[in-house]
């Protein structure tokens, strides 16, 4: 069998001009998605999961702080995954903030008529408070929790710490 050598030229290099680290769209969330589909997806990886809102000045404060600590850190062993907590008014603001801060993190967007739902089904001793970041070690589970703002040495702290927690 002959293979077209164009189309396979064509689309390789499509995929060499595509920015690197581009964020995947924002995908919604509800509640009792939170584990199945960000924390279960991810064991076998320490799992570091900011949560914040484009209106929180604080959280786009610490966005670079984030990914500079995570850079550091081999994809195969952290993944890092955003979870938007804007509310509808704000949505669109999200794919244009992330676009902007060209952040290489998957993110989610919250999608709940009440956000205590939401908090209470990610984590029931979390006040609601933003950033608000969960460190999961390998096996998922909790490490390290972090409310308000974090230096890029205190998430470098908390992923190490994830990464040395036993399997």
Not at 20 to 32: F, H, I, N, S, T
Not at 63 to 72: F, S, T, V
Not at 75 to 95: E, G, I, R
Not at 123 to 134: A, C, Q, V
Request: aromatic content about 8%; proline content about 8%; overall charge positive.
């Amino acid at each position: 069998m002959r293979v077209a050598r164009r189309p396979l030229l064509a689309a390789a290099l499509a995929l060499l001009a595509a920015p690197r680290g581009a964020a995947e769209p924002v995908k919604l969330l509800r509640p009792d998605q939170y584990h199945s589909r960000i924390v279960a997806a991810k064991k076998g990886r320490v799992l570091l999961v900011n949560f914040w809102a484009t209106w929180c000045v604080p959280c786009r404060e610490e966005m670079p702080k984030l990914a500079a600590a995570a850079k550091d850190v081999p994809a195969k062993d952290l993944a890092v995954v955003l979870v938007a907590t804007d509310t509808p008014k704000t949505s669109a603001q999200v794919p244009k903030f992330l676009s902007e801060t060209k952040s290489p993190f998957v993110c989610w967007q919250v999608r709940s008529s009440d956000p205590q739902t939401f908090i209470d089904a990610v984590d029931p001793s979390w006040d609601g408070t933003l950033p608000y970041t969960i460190v999961y070690d390998r096996k998922g589970d909790v490490v390290v929790r972090l409310a308000g703002a974090q230096s890029q040495a205190y998430f470098a702290e908390a992923i190490q710490r994830a990464l040395g927690a036993p399997r």
